[in-house]
């Protein structure tokens, strides 16, 4: 294992062991991480993708008025209706929070929470929605995009 991943391990260790220690819920943060960092991070590689080659001047203004959208709306506006299977499990996500049933698995305490039916559904949507986010990159730049390259090396 690098040094890299040893650090990255111990980062995760303590941070999972402090947020047991306070009694937080494991299963709720995992999900949102899944989903809305993903989210976050793939709608700023589609506004980053959006500007390569303008010029600078041009690449901060556009990436100004992206930026001020929220990831929802800039992947909506980038990508079309091409973003509708996306959209639609980032929507599921939403709904599980909206549901007191759901959102009552996803608080278990303990490592209980891996085992319930909503989180085992949600963390397959998340797998899904990983993939779909990958095909709508390919199908918006295809592979030959410097952002699409770059994201490979």
Excluded at 77 to 82: K, R
Aim: charge should be positive; hydrophobic fraction near 40%; glycine fraction near 6%.
């Amino acid at each position: 294992m690098s040094e890299s991943n040893c650090r990255q391990c111990r980062v995760l260790i303590v941070v999972d062991g402090k947020a047991r220690f306070r009694g937080k819920a494991r299963g709720i943060r995992y999900i949102k991480l899944r989903f809305s960092w993903l989210l976050l991070y793939f709608a700023g590689v589609l506004a980053v993708a959006e500007t390569w080659d303008r010029p600078t001047d041009q690449k901060a203004d556009i990436l100004v008025q992206m930026f001020a959208r929220s990831p929802l709306e800039r992947v909506r506006s980038i990508a079309g209706s091409d973003a509708d299977a996306a959209i639609g499990m980032y929507c599921q996500f939403l709904e599980a929070l909206a549901d007191k049933a759901s959102l009552d698995e996803l608080n278990v305490l303990g490592p209980g929470y891996s085992e319930t039916s909503t989180y085992k559904r949600l963390r397959q949507v998340a797998g899904e929605f990983r993939e779909e986010l990958i095909r709508l990159l390919y199908k918006k730049y295809g592979s030959e995009h410097e952002i699409v390259k770059a994201l490979l090396v």
